[in-house]
């Protein structure tokens, strides 16, 4: 079991209602923590495209600061202590 730090950027803060929160897992794979941090906060939308397997374009996942494109993907294992920052940078049409 892995305790991190969830921060909700932009757009994911608005429809999440939070801004840091801490979330535990059993899961230590960034796809597993990440589906269910969005499906927990309803921003699955905003953050993983429609079929689940992949981030958005437009979307940024950052991980103790970096971009997790850059540091293995979704496929990144996370340790307890972990940060991971989710951003929307486009503003939604209302």
């Known amino acids: 079991m892995i305790k991190i730090t969830v921060k909700f950027m932009s757009i994911a803060r608005r429809r999440a209602g939070v801004g840091v929160v801490e979330f535990t897992s059993q899961e230590n794979t960034l796809r597993d923590v990440l589906r ?33 494109e850059f540091i293995g993907g979704l496929d990144t294992e996370l340790q307890s202590g972990d940060s991971i920052a989710l951003i929307y940078p486009y503003t939604e049409n209302f």
């Open 36 to 68: 269910t941090v969005v499906d927990s906060y309803r921003i699955s939308d905003l953050i993983l495209t429609e079929n689940r397997d992949q981030v958005r374009s437009w979307a940024r996942v950052l991980v103790n600061g970096r971009s997790h």
